[in-house]
């Protein structure tokens, strides 16, 4: 944990030795994801209502969904780079290290840019929860933060499932794209709005409506009270994927020059 | 005019190399228009009166869409440009006996093409064979359909066009990501591809019709959908035109003010 604090201060300066580059990075973040938000704001000025969830409940939807995203993304954007890592043979480096090859990776990249990103996160997901008509009490805010700690460990795995898979590949696959940007992209809205067979997929494969759909419907008043437990089963998931990175580390062979 | 015809087709080739990185685009491509569609699907059901186009039409639009992405993606730029720029690679080609506006120019364009090349027949293909309302509908008419491919190249041009001006910026700003997140995420949102433009309210639709991001992916998508007809079509294609040459143009102004306060960096 100290180690990781110092790469987050040695990756602080660094950034900030370019603060308009930053400056407009952060902004460029904001507005991409700010982008995904008038989507949804013009799609209800034409519709009223989706599946039976109003704009209201959409955003809110939205707004933890994007907040999962951002905050698994701030430390576990690291992975993102592996492939340059894997393939220039520096794993080697952090393999003779006396330390947790993770923490290294994690490490190696912290993206001070996506604070436009969590900004714009915290912005909807305030939004959200003040034009929402839910009654709050304990229960409910319980909910939503499993739902936060469920989908940050969601999406950190989906992030290690990538870098596993570059030991195997040697490069980045383009197709992980749908489970990371693609599930923030659809999360926008409650996943029962794709159909059955994508709900289903999304219960039992990969855990997304656990973390999404499930939870809301709870906050929401029309779910079952169990409901508000998912986000934790949900975090099982990242068993497979450290799994699958055990694997990875053992395949690995040192390429590049 | 034929060393850029060289530049060009040897960009063409080089993108043709790489088969693996487009099936997995296909793959990819596949799998976002998929889920485009059912999300459309969901507001079709949820208020079919309020769809402002049919949703034959707005599948043929994302699949369309999905096909020829590579076309009109704008965060798909040259990455090569930015690093020459910023490392001083760029003395190199200055000292080419070319002019660089038009080089990166058929460079970009033969980039993009050659990636769609290889990515739109799965995919159309595949969407022609989905069930009636999801899938990929066959042009309306003859000429509707060489009026799409014609605005296709119109738009792709456009495209290209306003990625020099992110290049062009680069030059004075040195550091690209921040121009280059702002442009593209603009480009996203008045170019259609978040939503379509007919979704947008009537009043802000109109404004954003004019501006060259319309003239990008939404003319030809929306032609062949059978959305755009009549002399809206001739106005769009005026104004595709219309944006080619200006953009073009202020980029070559850039370009020109850009070579003679050119630093290189790097050492």
């Known amino acids: 944990m100290k180690l990781y604090g110092k790469y987050f201060m040695i990756h602080f300066k660094s950034t900030m030795e370019y603060k308009t580059s930053f400056l407009l990075s952060c902004i460029g973040q904001f507005l991409v994801s700010f982008n995904v938000f008038l989507g949804v704001y013009f799609m209800f000025q034409r519709f009223s209502k989706v599946e039976g969830f109003t704009y209201n409940e959409v955003l809110l939807c939205f707004g933890i969904t994007l907040m999962e995203f951002s905050l698994a993304e701030s430390f576990a954007r690291g992975f993102d780079m592996f492939p340059n890592i894997v393939n220039k043979g520096e794993f080697d480096r952090i393999m003779v290290r006396p330390r947790n090859e993770i923490l290294q990776v994690l490490g190696s990249r912290i993206e001070f840019s996506r604070i436009g990103r969590i900004l714009q996160a915290v912005v909807m997901f305030v939004y959200g929860f003040t034009v929402s008509d839910v009654h709050w009490n304990v229960q409910k805010i319980a909910a939503v933060l499993f739902m936060l700690i469920g989908g940050t460990v969601v999406f950190g795995g989906i992030f290690l499932i990538y870098a596993s898979i570059c030991f195997f590949t040697l490069e980045g696959l383009e197709f992980m794209n749908i489970f990371t940007d693609g599930a923030r992209e659809y999360g926008k809205y409650p996943v029962c709005i794709y159909g059955k067979r994508i709900l289903q997929l999304s219960t039992f494969v990969i855990p997304y409506a656990l973390i999404q759909y499930y939870p809301l419907l709870y906050l929401l008043d029309r779910g079952k009270s169990y409901y508000i437990l998912l986000p934790l089963i949900a975090c099982l998931f990242i068993i497979p994927c450290l799994l699958l990175w055990k694997l990875g580390v053992r395949h690995y062979k040192s390429c590049g020059s | ?267």
């Open chain 2, 1 to 267: 005019m034929k060393k850029y015809f060289a530049f060009f087709r040897l960009r063409f080739s080089m993108g043709l190399q790489y088969r693996a990185a487009a099936l997995a685009g296909i793959i990819t491509q596949f799998v976002w228009g998929t889920m485009e569609i059912l999300m459309f699907r969901a507001f079709y059901h949820a208020d079919a009166n309020a769809f402002p186009m049919t949703f034959q039409a707005v599948s043929s639009y994302v699949w369309m869409q999905q096909a020829f992405l590579t076309l009109f993606m704008a965060w798909m730029m040259e990455n090569d440009i930015f690093s020459a720029i910023v490392d001083g690679n760029i003395a190199y080609e200055l000292c080419r006996p070319i002019d660089i506006y038009n080089m990166w120019f058929s460079r970009s364009l033969a980039t993009r093409l050659s990636k769609a090349v290889l990515r739109c027949m799965p995919i159309l293909l595949a969407a022609l064979f989905f069930p009636a309302p999801y899938g990929l509908m066959l042009p309306v008419s003859l000429p509707a359909f060489l009026l799409f491919f014609l605005t296709l190249f119109l738009g792709t041009g456009v495209t290209v066009a306003f990625c020099m001006l992110v290049y062009m910026a680069c030059f004075f700003t040195i550091s690209s990501a921040g121009v280059r997140m702002v442009a593209v995420s603009v480009v996203e949102f008045f170019s259609g591809a978040v939503i379509p433009l007919p979704f947008f309210p009537d009043k802000i639709r109109r404004i954003m019709e004019i501006l060259p991001f319309a003239s990008m992916q939404n003319v030809p998508l929306r032609i062949y959908s059978g959305d755009l007809t009549g002399s809206a079509m001739g106005q769009a294609v005026a104004l595709q035109l219309f944006w080619l040459f200006a953009l073009t143009g202020i980029g070559k102004l850039l370009n020109a003010l850009a070579m003679k306060k050119i630093t290189v960096q790097g050492g």
